[in-house]
């Protein structure tokens, strides 16, 4: 029994042997034919991509023989082309000179008569042409019209200056007229002030009446004219003078202008920077003349104080100007002519300055600031002054200014220039609106 128990087990242990070979077996065989498998696909793949690149070849092959037939037909028909075209240009030429043996003398005087038609025709379309290229040509020459001409009608603008120029040296305007009679009124009585008050109102009176200069120094002359555009300044320019020259020699103007290293008086009022004339474009289809004489008594006083200002404690502010502008005035009395009349200038540079205070003196005396700490700082300067005790003439007195204007213009971070113009009782100031044909339309003040 146990023997057969024995046999039984090697029995099994041999088969499951023999079941594991067979299984191994199996194995490496399914290996085998997966290998087998891939290697096919393999090589079936590379020559499905061989046959793909032959066709492809074939395919550019016959697109490039195509390219090169069409080719081939496309010059051939241009060959033939042209030879059709050659043999039609020796028809047309051998049919002409056919026609030209067959032609009459009738014939041929008729084409000649339609060329010479023709040629005439092709004349008067390009004279024409011509000229009215030529005529656009003038045109666009030719400068537009202008509005208003200092050229075209010079004897009337002569005229104008002339009398503007006699108006401001024999005539105060009626604002100043006024403030001085004011200020006549407001002077004690039988005092060098009222005195001083007196001789200046019969000095206006009297040189209007006999229309002669108001004193004998006539000033600066300093033109401010406001034009359009296209003015022609250079033809302005050359009246004016010719308009001083003239007043001059009438007697309204002194010989006032003289050179300055030479002290050569060439008695015109004539030379360089003679008379000032300042030039402003504006919008306006108007020519407005404003002229100011400004004695040099009181060009003497004027002052530009470069702020902060540590002796008189002014610094770069409103404070700080009423400072200086006050100074201004101390140092004036006695001098100047007063009572005085101030342009001043918050900013600006030393140059812009002086000359934007001299165009304050444009303005009418009671006109009002349009900035407001202006306008408050204009009338404290006028009253503040009046108080110092100076008086007409340094007399003396309750009047030391008529009036204040100040005026601001931007100014660099680095500088606050305070620029005083100070004008004289003499506040010679008049304006004029032209016609379009230059001669005066209106005054002005
Ligand atoms: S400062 Fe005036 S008032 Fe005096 S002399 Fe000159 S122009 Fe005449």
Same mark, same amino acid.
């Given at each position: ?15 499951? %042997? ?21 290697? *096919? ?13 032959? $066709? ?6 016959? %697109?490039?023989?195509? *390219? ?13 082309? $042209? ?7 020796? *028809?047309?030429?051998? *049919? ?10 009738? %014939? ?23 000229? $009215? ?17 200092? %050229? ?22 009626? /604002? ?24 200046? $109102?019969?000095? #206006? ?77 504006? /919008?306006? /289809? ?40 006050? /100074? ?42 349009? #900035? ?59 304006? #004029? ?13």
């Amino acid at each position: 029994m146990a023997k057969k128990k024995a046999t039984k087990k090697v029995a099994k242990k041999a088969t499951k %042997k023999a079941t594991k070979k067979k299984a191994t077996k199996k194995k490496a065989a399914k290996k085998k034919t997966a290998k087998k498998k891939t290697a *096919k696909k393999k090589t079936a793949k590379k020559a499905t991509k061989k046959k793909v690149a032959k $066709k492809a070849t074939k395919k550019k092959v016959a %697109k490039k023989a195509t *390219k090169k037939k069409v080719a081939k037909k496309a010059t051939k028909k241009k060959v033939a082309k $042209k030879k059709t075209a050659k043999k039609a240009t020796k *028809k047309k030429t051998a *049919k002409k000179k056919t026609a030209k043996k067959n032609i009459t003398p009738q %014939k041929t005087k008729n084409r000649v008569v339609k060329r010479k038609a023709t040629t005439k025709k092709v004349a008067k379309k390009s004279t024409k042409k011509s000229t $009215k290229k030529t005529a656009k040509k003038a045109t666009k020459k030719t400068t537009p019209q202008l509005s208003f001409d200092p %050229k075209a009608h010079s004897a009337n603008l002569f005229d104008s200056l002339l009398e503007l120029i006699r108006m401001t040296s024999a005539e105060l305007p009626n /604002d100043v007229q006024k403030v001085i009679l004011e200020a006549l009124e407001r002077e004690e009585k039988n005092t060098s002030a009222e005195y001083a008050m007196n001789i200046i $109102k019969a000095n #206006i009176e009297l040189a209007m009446k006999k229309s002669q200069p108001l004193c004998q120094d006539t000033g600066t002359i300093l033109f401010f004219v406001e034009h359009p555009a296209g003015f022609r300044q250079g033809d302005f320019t050359k009246v004016v003078h010719k308009a001083v020259i003239k007043a001059t020699e009438i007697g309204y103007l002194r010989q006032n202008s003289v050179d300055s290293l030479t002290g050569e008086n060439k008695c015109m009022n004539v030379g360089p920077g003679h008379p000032d004339i300042h030039f402003h474009e504006h /919008d306006k /289809d108007t020519v407005e003349i404003r002229l100011v004489l400004k004695g040099g008594g009181c060009e003497n006083v004027g002052a530009q104080y470069a702020l902060p200002h540590t002796e008189l404690g002014a610094g770069r502010d409103l404070d700080g100007v009423r400072k200086v502008i006050l /100074d201004a005035v101390q140092k004036a009395q006695g001098k100047g002519c007063g009572p005085g009349v101030l342009g001043v200038t918050i900013g600006g540079d030393r140059g812009s300055g002086y000359v934007h205070s001299k165009e304050q003196l444009l303005r009418r005396l009671d006109d009002e600031n349009t #900035i407001e700490d202006l306008a408050t700082l204009e009338k404290d300067i006028v009253s503040t002054a009046n108080e110092l005790g100076i008086g007409p003439m340094g007399f003396g007195g309750k009047t030391t200014l008529l009036g204040c204007k100040i005026g601001v213009l931007n100014r660099l971070p680095a500088s606050y220039f305070v620029s005083i113009s100070y004008m004289c009782w003499a506040y010679r100031r008049h304006g #004029i609106v032209l016609k379009k044909d230059n001669s005066i339309s209106k005054t002005l003040y």
